[in-house]
Structure formats: C-alpha cells, structure tokens
T-cell receptor, first 112, second 113 residues
Framework: GNSVTQMEGPVTLSEEAFLTINCTYTATGYPSLFWYVQYPGEGLQLLLKATKADDKGSNKGFEATYRKETTSFHLEKGSVQVSDSAVYFCALIPYNTDKLIFGTGTRLQVFP | EAQVTQNPRYLITVTGKKLTVTCSQNMNHEYMSWYRQDPGLGLRQIYY???????DKGDVPEGYKVSRKEKRNFPLILESPSPNQTSLYFC???FGQGGETQYFGPGTRLLVL
C-alpha cells in the first residue's frame, strides 16, 4: 500500500543551524510528493512539492528533492530561524488519484 | 481572497448531540475532503467528494456523514458524537485532477464530553 514515514520529533535546533527532516515513502508508480507546515494554532500550508523524479521543490529557503531510487523526499534548510518552529508533514498523492496520504509529522523547535 | 473556511473553529459538546461542521471554498474546486488530526497519527482522511453528489469513504469514516449538494460546500455531520471523536478536523479542497495541491481550512477543534 501507499504510506509515508518521517522521523519522529521533536527536532530541537539553535537559530542558524542546518535542518534535515527525513521522509521516505512507499507507493506504486510515481506519486506527487509534498511538504506541508503547520504553525502553532493554524491550519496546514503547502510548503513545497515535487511531481516527478529528480524534481526539487523549494520555498522560503526550504528544499526537498524527489529521489525515486531511495524513495525519499528529505526536507532541508541551510539556516533555520525561530519563526520556522512548527510541525512539518511529509505527504504523497498516489499517481492518478487525489488522495493525500500523510506522515505523522515532525515538530521543529528553534531556539535563539 | 482564495480560501477554505470552516465553522465553528472550536466546539465543546456532549455525547450523542448531533452536530455539523461546515466547510466552504471559493476556488471552484471539484475535490473536497475531510481529515482528522490526532497526536502521533498525523492526518487521516474521513470522507472525500469528487464533485457535487459524489462522495466516498476515506480511511476512518465510522461515525461521520457528509453531503455535497453544492460545489462550494462540504459539511461534516456527526449524528451521535462520542468521546473518541474528540480531535482536530480539517477540510481541504483541490481541482481534483490527480496530484493537485490541496488547500486546507483553519481547522475545527472538537471536544466531546
């Protein structure tokens, strides 16, 4: 079946540190891959997406590359800020469907 | 402004008292969906709709109903709420053409006593 596995949190970093949140997936065919972010008390916002192998999604300094060979879509940022503190969800939509399948989320806490 | 709205944002109720959570989108999206978010479980799909009068079960549909009489609205109905339905609920919508980005409402936090 289709599923998403992401690293458990919380991830605790100092401001300006490098961030990696690991995400791997299981899916048939070529799913679309997403990272959503949930700031405290808010809904989910799309952070970035990639729809085919080797695509790189990027937004607000965050990046993730669609790796078909390792079935991964790791989220990275070179220098985190306190304002990046949030819960990050990796998700996929299987090919030719509209069903969004989420990982369990990773809480990021950035301290000054 | 393009958005998905939900009402109410917060709700406390008692077991067995029917309630409805409304969801509306102004983007002319065909696909709409309801999710619940629980700690350690991420978001799980409750019901979805591909278009007006077309709805189907997601992964956790028990205890919920939906309807899609108009394209913009997709209410979630709990006929007889129970404490295990205490959760954070999100409505989402997209154009529904496969792999499209889904846009989320602000969430409804429900407590069933």
């Amino acid at each position: 079946g289709n599923s998403v596995t992401q690293m458990e949190g919380p991830v605790t970093l100092s401001e300006e540190a490098f961030l990696t949140i690991n995400c791997t997936y299981t899916a048939t065919g070529y799913p679309s891959l997403f990272w959503y972010v949930q700031y405290p008390g808010e809904g989910l916002q799309l952070l970035l997406k990639a729809t085919k192998a080797d695509d790189k999604g990027s937004n607000k300094g965050f990046e993730a590359t669609y790796r078909k060979e390792t079935t991964s879509f790791h989220l990275e940022k070179g220098s985190v800020q306190v304002s990046d503190s949030a819960v990050y969800f990796c998700a996929l939509i299987p090919y030719n469907t509209d069903k969004l399948i989420f990982g369990t989320g990773t809480r990021l806490q950035v301290f000054p | 402004e393009a958005q998905v709205t939900q009402n109410p944002r917060y709700l406390i109720t008692v077991t067995g008292k029917k309630l409805t959570v409304t969801c509306s989108q102004n983007m002319n999206h065909e696909y709409m969906s309801w999710y619940r978010q629980d700690p350690g479980l991420g978001l799980r799909q409750i019901y979805y709709s591909m278009n007006v009068e077309v709805t189907d079960k997601g992964d956790v549909p028990e205890g919920y109903k939906v309807s899609r009489k108009e394209k913009r609205n997709f209410p979630l109905i709990l006929e007889s709420p129970s404490p295990n339905q205490t959760s954070l609920y999100f409505c989402a919508s997209s154009f529904g053409q496969g792999g499209e980005t889904q846009y989320f409402g602000p969430g409804t936090r429900l407590l069933v006593l």
